[in-house]
Structures are given as structure tokens and as C-alpha cells.
């Protein structure tokens, strides 16, 4: 800065900021508006695919452990039991299902990573984009099995694939 | 006062609430329009919106938080210091207006000198500063006060050169007599804008306004706070009521900084007298009381957007890069302004 | 008997004597000085201790450490897929490059090759993170010098990014999308030319920046001759990055290794500066960003169709071997050295990451500049802590 003060360069970043102030100054339906999104007020929708919570479809689930076992954080707990089921063809013999007594997903702990949902054989845990549960306390954060069944009201339908992509509609 | 004949009792009271609306009335202005507002939209965001409608009670908001928090003091610090330092730094802004005019007739001290007692007063926030740093007992802050000191009495110089090209372009230092010399005045016989002194002391307007970025630690002169480095500089270790007040003083010393400006180069609180048919501030009329100030408050927030936009938009000096700026080109230049000014001022 | 002489003599020793005293309690020698942990400039809890005199330092040492979680013990008790997700949070600001040479590694152990759409896709999805993480750096950049207004247009912009990465893999940072063999899935519909736009606006941010910050000259004289790193030392000091490459070096491991990864597919440039000051280091990165845009755009163009999968088996078992990949990272070059036994997770994971070697030159580079120049340095040295402390 000594010696020659050069102006173009200071300029341009005035003229920047300039820009960008009359920019945010310019009502929305003209193009301008600021980039913020005034939350509680206004709400962005999350993308389809959004990690926001996992939710529980407690018919598909046979206690296999594989979702409990391969969660990083170990947040899952689960604890069936067996039961006889009356059989499929009449004259059959009874058939030993589980059913499932607990299955808690501890979201304090949880690490969205979705290698439940990804692991599980049987379509029984599903993404939902909702992100408003937080909680005053933290032990409320652990969702139980019913809770956890409400959440499949918000899970959305799989996106389409891109052009090109293989299969159609994999979740 | 005006026409009406107070006791010295009131007249001093009402000087004393006066000023302190001068003052504070600016402070909070430049800090709700431009640091909250401007800022946020020349960042593309929208700024403070939840306090009162679009914010507007955010400044009180924060008054408030301000002041219901701890006084925490360090241990090792100086107490009497510690505490005095950010009262210094602002009975330094309430001195300064004291002398500015906001009308024919409403100032609240008029005296020849004003001039020179407005840039001896500005120095006395250096010292407030300085102890600031020092009693904190914090070597960031130390750091902080070290460069404050350097960097403020640096930029003195260049300011108090600037203003003399004024004085000797008005031939005086009554500073109700600068803003006459410009209204009445006349630019090569014409007298349609009066003679506002930016036109013919641009370069001492341009030196004025940087040397005030500079004695406000705005940046890109804001080496003392730098709150990338010094996280506040001599400011760190004060918290709650303190920190309010230096924050005020900050504010309050840019609005009245930015209305001296307006006096010395803009014409201050008048329009060009002959818009209106007067010839000597005696002419004028008393509306012009009423009018003066809120003239004076549209140029000192022209003013403060000018300062303010140069903060939001440029990274910083480093000391010596700054301290090189002020002695070798700012101070030459100065002088060259003078020398010329008083040259074509005995020629014309 | 007191005389002119006499009283003359006494009051010199008591000058000398409070000089003295003045000098050990003013510790005239030197102040040391913690830059950090808690410190608005280091990007985390990164603590530098630096002996001054005056404003200049003598002496400087990084202290890092406060932020390790342990990753490489974790990793010893976890499975590949659970590792996948582990190290996505060691840089968290360009997360999915993390991935990346962690899951080639584990592919080279399996001797499998991930289909040419998923290596187009996790190209991709790699120089969007490269994006995203330079371009919060230029926003940095701008606060740590005291420009306070790139910051915001840095993140406004890095939104979109983040918004893309979201729309593709579920995650905004830690999109956990590669897996052994391929991706988790597919892209969305309207992906690609959502994000020839988004590309578009990134541009138009890097001319921004170029105006705001590059072509001022307040920030030219805060960089220009500031903390030369000749390309000798560099070298020595294991930097890697943009650190190299601003010293002069040609070296990109994106164009010197055959990585199963699509960057010898597209044409693009890859940019160095003779100077090796500050200014070179953060000159050399803004074009880099410009550059993943362009390479985006390209790979978006020529991406093949087919399977996202290869043909692994469900419960995937590496073999037995040790394995080394490392990738030009957005800070810098990334490296896993992978030993597996045949288990379902690792037997030990060794992680070069860039930041560590980044920070080793601090000592050196940092002897005899000034407090404020320390800041533009390490601003321009650019680490993570995450990545430093893993």
C-alpha cells in the first residue's frame, strides 16, 4: 500500500458489496430478496432423500439383530420373543415366528449413517426426511417402538433415478 | 435559548439532555441502520428480525443483555484503572459534540476556537484506550493497547492537517462561522450550492475521512481490536456495562466524527443560503432550528455509510503497513493540500 | 558526608537500580504467547505457542492433540461399512474425499473394480466436496484478514453445494454414499442439471471473491512476501495440496496416479505459482475451485450409464493383505494403509492425513514474522483439525 495507491482493485470490492446490498434491497418477486430463510416462520422442504429420522415397520421386522449389529454406535435395542403362528396350509405344523417386544433407537447417540435401514433384509426400517424432534430432555430422545411406527406416516416415496441409472426406484 | 428566556439552570439541564441525545440518538442509529442492517444486506442476509418489527428493538434488546450480565474484573487488574478507561473514551465523545452546531441557534457552546478545541479533545479516547489495554492484565490486550496507541496518534496528524485547509479556506475557526462561510459563500460567482468545502478540499475531505476510519479503529485500520487475532484487542477482558459503554463510545464517536465532517466539508446544518434569500447567519430563520438538526442527521448518515461500507469491505493493515500509509503518504499529502490551498487563497 | 559528587553518585545507582527492577517485571526478553486453543483464527482447537519480542517471534511450536478422538483404534473394532461412516467426520468440511481412498483401498485388497458410472459419480461427488471445502476457505480467509463479508457469501454459496450433496446421498455433510464395490444408489432425477447451475453460481462466487478479496490491495500487501516456503523445504516438510503446488511444484496426484476414478477421463489444468508466499497458496486454491467446477461439468456431461454396484456379496469380507491409495484431497494428499486379516472390518487403519504434514512447517516457517503475519499464514497454510488430530 505505500508508494502508489492503486484504485481499481479497492473499487471492485466496493463495488461488490454495493451490488449485493441493492440486491437484498430489491423485493423478492423482482429477483432480489436476502438468501435467508426466516425459520420458525418459513421452512425449506428437505430433499426426498434426507436423512432426517428412521422409522419402524413392525410387521416386516423378525428380530434378526443384523440392523442392531451394525450400527456404529451401538443406539438400537432390541429384544423379541418367540411365538407359535397357526400354519399356513391347514394340517401343517405351527410355524415359530419372533415378534418383537423392544426396539429403541437411541437418537442421541444415532449417527444417521444408515447402514440400519441399508442392512435390514426384510424392508422393515425406512429414511424420513422430518428433523423436528429435538427434545428438552435428553432421555426422550430414545424413540420406542411405537414412536417409531408414527414416523412411517412421513416416510416419502423414492425418488426417480437419473437417465442412465440401472434399476428404477431403489431405495 | 430561542426567543425564550430560561434560567441558567434550565438552560444548562436542557444543554446536558441535549447533548446526551446527540450523542446516544446517533449511536444508535448508525448501530441499528448500518451494523445490523447494511451489513446484513450487503452479506445477503437479512440481519436481526425477530426484536420488534424488522428488528428495530434489537438495539435495546441488546442494551439490556449487556447490562444484566457479571462484572467480571481479572484478578491481576489494575481496579481504579479498569474502571475508568471506558468512561475516558466516552466523556471524549460527549466533549466533541459539544461544540458542533446544529442550527443558527441551537449549539451548545459557540466559541472562536472551536476548531482547535475539537481536535485536542479527540485525542483524549487514545488515553482511554491505551489504559484499557494496559490495566487489563492481559497480553492480548496489552498488544491490543501497544497498537491502539501507535496506530491513533499516527493518524492525528494527517486529521489535523486536513482540517487546516478548511480553516485557512475559511479564515476562521468558529466552526458556526465555517458553516456560514460555506452556505454564503460562492463558487466563481455563482452561489446556487453555496461553497461546500468538499468540492474545493477533496483531498482534504478524502485525507479527513480516512484519518477518522483510523481514529475510530474501524477497519481497515482496526489493528487494535483485530478480532481475528486479539479477539478485541484492549476490549477483551471487559464484560457486561463496561463493554456497553465502549461499544457506545465507538458508535457515538463515528456519528459525531461523521458530523464534524459534515460541518467542515458539507455546509453543515444549512442548505445553500440563497436558496432561500439570506445573506448573514443573521438572516436565517428560526424554523432553521427545527430543520438543522435533521439536516445534520441526513448528512451524517451519508457520511456514516461511507465509513461504515469501507468497514464491511476491506481485510485489514498490518501495523506497519498502516503506520507507513499515515507518515509517508498521508501526511505529505496534507501538506501539499495546505501549501496549495493557502497559495490559490492569496491569489483569489 | 553528603556533597554534590555523593548525591550525584547515589541517584545514579537508584535509576539503575528501578531500570532494573522495571526490566524483570516488564520481562523485556520475550512474552510467550497461546495462540489458542480457544482462538477465533486456528479452525479448531489447534494451540500455537509463540515467544515474542515485541510483535516478532522468535520462537513458535504447534501443540495439536486437543481434538483427537481416536480414529485409528476405532477403526479396530469396527466393520468396513461402520469404518465407511467413522471417517467421514475426520474433514468434515469436504467429507465424502474422505471416503474415497479408505473404499479403493478395501476395493484393491478385493481386487474388484467399482462400475464406470459409480467411478464417474464418486469423481463427481468428490470435487463437489473439494468445492464445497475451498470455498468455505475463501471465506475464511477473508475473516481471518478482517474482511468480514466473504465469510457469508462463502457459505450462501457453499449452501447449494451442501443442498446437492443432500439431494443425492441423504446427507449434507456426511454423506456415507460410498460403499465397497460402488455407491449406495443412484442419482436423483434432475440432479445433473440442477447441478450444471449450481456450478454456474460457483463461478460467479469465485469471480466475487477474485474481485472482493484477490484484487485488493490491502490484501495483496497482507500476503504477497509473506511466509516463503521454498519448494526445497516444502518438499522436506511433507506439505502436500495446494501448499505444493503454490511453492512451484507440479505434483497432483489426481494426474500422476491411475486411480479407478474418472479425472484421467476429462481435461483439465492443474495450477501452480513460482512464488510460494501466501498469496500464492490462496491464489492456487481459487483457481482449483474454478477448476472442480469445470471438471464437474465435464464428468456430468460424459456420464455412463449402467449399474452403480458391482457384484459383491452381501456380507463382504476383505482378504488378507495390506493395501495403500491415497487421493489428492482438498487439503491436501489423503492415504489409508488398509491391513486386513479376512475379517468384516479392518485389522489396522494408518490415515496420512494432509493437515498433520501441513502444521509440521509452522516452526519453520514462522521464525521472525510479525503477530499479525502469523494469522495470514496459518490462514493460508489452510488445515482442519479434525484432519490434524483425527
Request: charged share 20%; with cysteine; aromatic share 10%.
Amino acid at each position: 500500500m505505500p508508494g502508489k495507491p492503486q484504485v481499481p482493485g479497492l473499487m471492485k470490492g466496493l463495488g461488490v458489496t454495493l451490488k449485493t446490498l441493492t440486491k437484498t434491497m430489491t423485493p423478492k418477486r423482482m429477483g432480489g430478496g436476502a438468501n435467508t430463510v426466516q425459520y420458525p416462520h418459513e421452512k425449506e422442504a428437505p430433499p426426498t432423500r434426507a436423512r432426517g429420522v428412521i422409522a419402524l415397520r413392525e410387521d416386516n421386522c423378525t428380530v434378526c439383530m443384523l440392523c442392531a449389529r451394525s450400527c456404529p454406535d451401538w443406539c438400537i435395542y432390541i429384544e423379541g420373543h418367540k411365538e407359535l403362528a397357526p400354519p399356513r396350509r391347514a394340517g401343517g405344523a405351527p410355524r415359530k415366528v419372533n415378534k418383537v417386544d423392544r426396539f429403541d433407537i437411541d437418537y442421541a447417540l444415532c449417527m444417521y449413517c444408515g447402514i440400519c435401514v441399508e442392512v435390514c433384509p426384510f424392508d422393515a426400517l425406512f429414511w424420513s426426511p422430518e428433523y423436528e424432534y429435538s427434545e428438552p430432555r435428553i432421555a426422550d430422545l430414545l424413540h420406542d417402538k411405537d414412536k417409531l411406527g408414527e414416523w412411517m406416516e412421513t416416510v416419502p416415496e423414492a425418488p426417480d433415478l437419473e437417465a442412465g441409472a440401472d434399476k428404477k426406484g431403489k431405495k | 435559548m430561542i426567543g425564550v428566556d430560561v434560567p441558567y439552570w434550565a438552560q444548562s439541564l436542557l444543554r446536558v439532555l441535549g447533548g446526551t441525545v446527540a450523542v446516544l440518538l446517533p449511536a444508535g442509529t448508525i448501530v441499528y441502520l448500518f451494523l445490523f442492517k447494511m451489513m446484513s444486506f450487503m452479506q445477503s442476509r437479512l440481519g436481526p428480525m425477530e426484536a420488534g418489527p424488522y428488528g428495530s428493538m434489537q438495539l435495546f434488546a441488546e442494551v439490556g443483555k449487556w447490562l444484566q450480565k457479571e462484572d467480571i474484573q481479572p484478578q491481576k487488574a489494575d481496579k481504579q484503572i479498569f474502571k475508568l478507561a471506558p468512561l475516558i473514551v466516552l466523556v471524549s465523545t460527549f466533549l466533541l459534540v459539544a461544540v458542533v452546531p446544529f442550527g443558527p441557534d441551537a449549539y451548545f457552546t459557540n466559541f472562536d476556537a472551536g476548531v482547535f478545541y475539537m481536535l485536542a479533545v479527540s485525542s483524549i479516547s487514545t488515553l482511554g484506550i491505551l489504559i484499557a489495554g494496559w490495566s487489563s492484565a492481559n497480553k492480548y490486550s496489552l498488544l491490543g493497547g501497544l497498537r491502539a496507541a501507535g496506530q491513533l496518534i499516527a493518524y492525528e496528524l494527517p486529521m489535523v492537517l486536513a482540517v487546516l485547509g478548511v480553516v485557512i479556506q475559511a479564515e476562521t475557526m468558529n466552526m458556526q462561522g465555517i458553516v456560514e462561510r460555506q452556505n454564503a459563500g460562492e463558487i466563481f460567482g455563482w452561489n446556487g450550492l453555496g461553497n461546500p468545502y468538499i468540492l474545493t478540499q477533496f483531498i482534504g475531505f478524502v485525507i479527513f475521512m480516512i484519518a477518522v476510519q483510523a481514529e475510530l479503529t474501524q477497519t481497515p485500520f482496526d489493528m487494535p481490536i483485530a478480532e481475528s487475532e486479539l479477539v478485541s484487542g484492549y476490549m477483551t477482558e471487559y464484560s457486561g456495562f463496561r463493554f456497553l459503554i465502549f461499544f457506545i463510545a465507538e458508535f457515538a464517536t463515528a456519528g459525531v466524527f461523521a458530523l464534524i465532517a459534515s460541518v467542515l466539508f458539507l455546509g453543515g446544518w444549512g442548505v445553500p443560503f440563497s436558496w432561500f434569500g439570506w445573506h448573514t447567519i443573521d438572516d436565517v430563520d428560526d424554523w432553521m432550528n427545527i430543520g438543522g438538526p435533521l439536516i445534520m442527521l441526513t448528512k451524517m448518515l451519508v457520511l456514516t455509510f461511507l465509513i461504515m461500507w469501507i468497514r464491511f469491505s476491506y481485510p485489514r493493515f498490518r501495523e506497519d503497513q498502516l503506520q507507513r500509509f499515515a507518515w509517508k503518504v498521508l501526511i505529505p499529502l496534507a501538506l501539499l493540500n495546505i501549501m496549495v490551498t493557502a497559495i490559490l487563497k492569496v491569489m483569489f | 558526608m553528603t556533597d554534590l559528587a555523593d548525591r550525584q553518585k547515589l541517584s545514579y545507582i537508584a535509576a539503575q537500580a528501578a531500570d532494573a527492577r522495571l526490566n524483570v517485571e516488564l520481562e523485556t526478553e520475550g512474552m510467550t504467547l497461546n495462540i489458542g486453543p480457544q482462538h477465533p483464527a486456528t479452525h479448531g482447537t489447534l494451540r500455537i505457542i509463540v515467544r515474542l519480542d515485541g510483535e516478532q517471534v522468535v520462537w513458535a511450536e504447534p501443540s495439536a492433540g486437543y481434538m483427537h478422538r481416536g480414529y485409528e483404534k476405532l477403526t479396530e473394532v469396527r466393520t468396513f461399512p461402520q469404518v465407511t461412516t467413522l471417517i467421514n467426520r475426520i474433514d468434515w468440511l469436504g467429507s465424502f474425499a474422505n471416503e474415497v481412498p479408505f473404499i479403493l483401498a478395501a476395493e484393491k485388497l478385493m481386487d474388484i473394480e467399482a462400475p464406470p458410472r459409480a467411478q464417474w459419480i464418486r469423481t463427481i461427488l468428490f470435487e463437489l466436496s473439494r468445492i464445497a471445502n475451498v470455498g468455505l476457505f475463501l471465506g475464511d480467509l477473508g475473516v481471518q484478514l478482517g474482511a468480514i463479508t466473504p465469510v457469508f457469501f462463502a457459505f450462501r454459496d457453499r449452501e447449494y453445494v451442501l443442498n446437492l450433496i443432500e439431494a443425492a446421498t441423504g446427507g449434507r455433510f456426511h454423506p456415507n454414499f460410498d460403499r465397497i464395490g460402488g455407491l449406495k444408489d443412484d442419482l436423483p432425477a434432475g440432479w445433473i442439471t440442477e447441478t450444471k447451475q449450481v456450478m454456474k453460481k460457483l463461478r460467479m462466487f469465485c469471480d466475487e471473491m477474485d474481485d472482493l478479496l484477490f484484487g485488493n490491495e490491502i490484501f495483496q500487501s497482507r500476503l504477497r512476501g509473506i511466509g516463503v516456503i521454498p519448494a526445497d523445504v516444502a518438499k522436506q516438510y511433507g506439505l502436500s495440496g495446494a501448499n505444493l503446488r503454490a511453492s512451484g511444484v507440479d505434483w497432483d496426484l489426481r494426474r500422476d496416479q491411475t486411480l479407478p476414478m474418472a479425472w484421467d477421463k476429462v481435461d483439465w489444468k492443474v495450477w501452480t505459482h513460482p512464488d510460494g508466499d501466501c498469496f500464492a497458496r490462496c491464489w492456487v486454491r481459487l483457481q482449483e475451485t474454478r477448476e472442480a467446477t469445470k471438471i464437474v461439468d465435464q464428468l456430468l456431461d460424459t456420464l455412463p450409464s449402467g449399474p452403480v454396484m458391482a457384484k459383491v456379496p452381501r456380507i463382504i469380507k476383505v482378504p488378507e493383505g495390506e493395501a495403500w491409495v491415497s487421493t489428492e484431497n482438498p487439503l491436501g494428499e489423503m492415504g489409508y494403509y488398509v491391513v486386513s486379516k479376512g475379517d468384516l472390518g479392518p485389522f489396522r487403519v494408518k490415515i496420512r492425513s494432509a493437515s498433520f504434514n501441513n502444521i509440521s512447517i509452522v516452526p519453520w516457517v514462522l521464525r521472525g514474522v510479525y503477530v499479525p503475519d502469523v494469522i495470514s499464514i496459518l490462514a493460508s497454510l489452510y488445515f482442519i483439525l479434525g484432519d490434524i488430530d483425527r
